[in-house]
Every structure is written in structure tokens, then in C-alpha cells.
């Protein structure tokens, strides 16, 4: 089983900048995608980035592509998403998600993961 803690969420004004990190723990897939997903107020679940286990194939959402960064340490099982210029769109609760998968780099979608984090408020105000 995987455990997937996310940290690094909070209230920021619009333009500034925060980073999430996700701690993973327990079973790691030998090959492995992991990603970023956010949900805000209403909406459904969407994906916002995601990076496969070598780090070659990297997806980001069209609405944060410039503006977020993904890498992942290995030695320290963790995740970041680096988000700066954040807008009041960015509001959302974030979800880092793992599976064994391999991605494309074209797509991410939050059905084909199943292990998933409790999540991490962002909040942007204007």
C-alpha cells in the first residue's frame, strides 16, 4: 500500500508563489506515474501535472503551463509542484496520486490513478 501526504498549500495573494510537496511512503512501483490534481468548489477533479517515475514524460494542464513546475526527488520520495503567478482560478484543493502507469505526457486523468493524498488547500485571493 502507498501513503501519499501532501504540505506546502495556503492563502497567497494573486502573483505570488507556493510549493506542494508529496511524501510518499510504503509500496513504490517499480514503474510509476505520479500527478497533481486539483478540485475547486463545484467543479470536478482535473489533472494539473503530472511526471512519470524516470522523469521523461511530464504533462501540465494548458491554464498553468509557464506558471507550474513539477520534479520529483527520488532519494526523498517526494514530489513538488512549484506554482508561482497564481491567479484566484488556481483556488482549489490540491491532490498528488500515484499509480503504476506510464504517461504519455499528453494527458493526465484523475480516474486512471489509485492512490491518492487528503489533499491540500490553496487558496488565491485578488
Known amino acids: 500500500e502507498v501513503q501519499l501526504v501532501e504540505s506546502g498549500g495556503g492563502l497567497v495573494q494573486a502573483g505570488g508563489s507556493l510549493r506542494l510537496s508529496c511524501a510518499r511512503s510504503?509500496?513504490?512501483?517499480?514503474?510509476?506515474?505520479i500527478g497533481w490534481f486539483r478540485q475547486a468548489p463545484g467543479k470536478e477533479r482535473e489533472g494539473v501535472s503530472c511526471?512519470?517515475?524516470?522523469?521523461?514524460?511530464?504533462y501540465y494542464a494548458d491554464s498553468v503551463k509557464g506558471r507550474f513546475t513539477i520534479s520529483s526527488d527520488n532519494a526523498k520520495n517526494t514530489v513538488y509542484l512549484q506554482m508561482n503567478s497564481l491567479k484566484p482560478d488556481d483556488t482549489a484543493v490540491y491532490y498528488c496520486?500515484?499509480?503504476?502507469?506510464?504517461?504519455?505526457?499528453?494527458?493526465?486523468?484523475?480516474?486512471?490513478?489509485?492512490?491518492w493524498g487528503q489533499g491540500t488547500q490553496v487558496t488565491v485571493s485578488s
Open positions: 511526471i512519470s517515475s524516470s522523469g521523461d514524460n511530464i
Open positions: 496520486a500515484t499509480d503504476s502507469l506510464e504517461i504519455s505526457g499528453s494527458t493526465c486523468k484523475p480516474g486512471d490513478f489509485g492512490s
Open positions: 510504503g509500496f513504490i512501483f517499480d514503474d510509476y506515474a
